[in-house]
């Protein structure tokens, strides 16, 4: 198995590679009924992007009611791996999760112990037969990205990272090329990829994890805005004289409801002995994360039950404002909250059905994601594969 190394040497191979990524495996007349190409041009690109080795005829057509119809194929051997924070996936090039590892990562500890855990849970998933190489690999971090140098600028919750040239220490390290982008930009791609906004071209998927990001898809491609920084609402304000951000501000969204802020609240709520389940539960570990929320409050605790639903509208209150502002088809919400579930869900569509507009909220659903953690990988994956699939 050798690795990628052609790239499409023009926007109809580009188009046509995306086509197979999206579609699966597709024949010569199913391709040439989305492409606008004579049949003739249309044979030409297909046989030089099988002679490049990226696509490849597929012998084995399953044959649906005699008939033969799939017949060309992305290379099977492609691999490319997908990143964020805490997952390691690999996919193939049609973007399927083949192996996903996790392992709760903290960023606050700097680029180079971050990077040496990824590096070696992406040699665990090679060395387990899943891929001999990667043809390129998608890298998502917690904070603002400078695209597409793949730089992290001035990330509050992540110290040390500031400048890190990410994209290039990875590329160097994983000897292929590598993107970079926030993580809530790839959790939208990988909703839009594979889960619950397929084939919706513009919406807002909000991630809600240690900090809260806001991924932005307008006309079926993420907005990253003049310098990258769109959808950075964890520093919107939701209170004047608010509490102290990460950031230096005073009454940020993400300081008063996001993963990292619900744990502190919770302890304080244990501490002030109003949940004995809370109470048990930072006894026995010396801590409380969103987790512990998420089931004690699944358990029928009025306190936490009250936290995630306070939390709920607060970021329900700054949605309303994004919904009134973009108009979206659909609003996602993920992250590593998303266990927090239908109290969260509840608590966020009573603030935008009760302040956006009817025309804006008439038919808007506002849904959890369907990937859970494989979203960022998914949209990681779907990164790089753009980047591989465009015309060099
Ligand atoms: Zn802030």
Redesign the pocket.
């Known amino acids: 198995m050798r690795r990628m190394t052609a790239r499409p040497a023009n926007a109809h191979q580009a188009r046509l590679l995306r086509l197979l990524r999206d579609g699966g495996p597709n024949s010569r007349a199913q391709l040439g009924d989305q492409v606008e190409l004579s049949r003739s041009k249309l044979a030409v690109e297909v046989d030089r992007l099988l002679e490049t080795g990226l696509a490849v005829a597929d012998g084995l057509a399953a044959s649906r009611g005699g008939r033969r119809s799939h017949n060309i194929r992305l290379a099977p051997h492609l691999r490319f791996l997908g990143a964020t924070s805490v997952d390691v996936a690999v996919t193939n090039a049609e973007l399927e999760v083949l192996g996903h590892l996790n392992h709760p990562m903290d960023v606050r500890e700097g680029p180079v112990a971050v990077f040496e855990q990824v590096l070696s849970m992406a040699a665990k998933l090679r060395d387990s037969g899943l891929a001999e190489g990667f043809d390129g690999a998608g890298i998502g971090v917690p904070g603002p990205v400078r695209f597409p140098e793949g730089v992290p600028v001035a990330p509050?919750i992540m110290p040390g990272w500031d400048g890190f040239p990410v994209r290039e220490a990875l590329s160097q390290e994983l000897g292929c090329p590598v993107t970079v982008d926030n993580d809530a930009n790839l959790m939208a791609m990988g909703e839009q990829h594979a889960g619950v906004a397929r084939s919706v071209g513009g919406f807002l998927c909000v991630k809600i994890g240690t900090g809260i990001g806001c991924g932005i898809v307008v006309g079926g491609t993420v907005h990253r805005g003049a310098t990258g920084s769109a959808g950075d609402i964890?520093?919107i304000q939701v209170e004047p004289a608010g509490r102290l951000?990460?950031?230096?501000?005073r009454g940020?969204?993400?300081?008063h409801f996001s993963g990292a802020a619900l744990a502190r609240d919770a302890e304080t709520a244990a501490r002030a002995g109003q949940s004995a389940e809370l109470a048990a539960r930072l006894a026995a570990a010396g801590r409380l994360t969103a987790a512990d929320v998420a089931a004690v409050a699944a358990m029928g605790d009025a306190t936490s039950l009250g936290l995630i639903r306070e939390g709920g509208n607060r970021v329900g209150q700054v949605i309303a404002g994004l919904v009134s502002f973009f108009n979206p088809a659909l609003v996602v919400i993920g992250g590593g909250v998303t266990g927090l579930g239908h109290t969260l869900l509840a608590g966020v569509r009573a603030q935008v059905y009760r302040r956006s507009l009817p025309l804006a909220t008439g038919n808007l659903p506002i849904v959890l994601g369907e990937l859970g953690p494989a979203a960022g990988v998914t949209g990681a994956a779907r990164l790089i594969s753009d980047h591989l699939f465009s015309p060099v």
């Open positions: 509050p964890g520093h951000c990460a950031c230096g501000n940020c969204l993400e300081a």
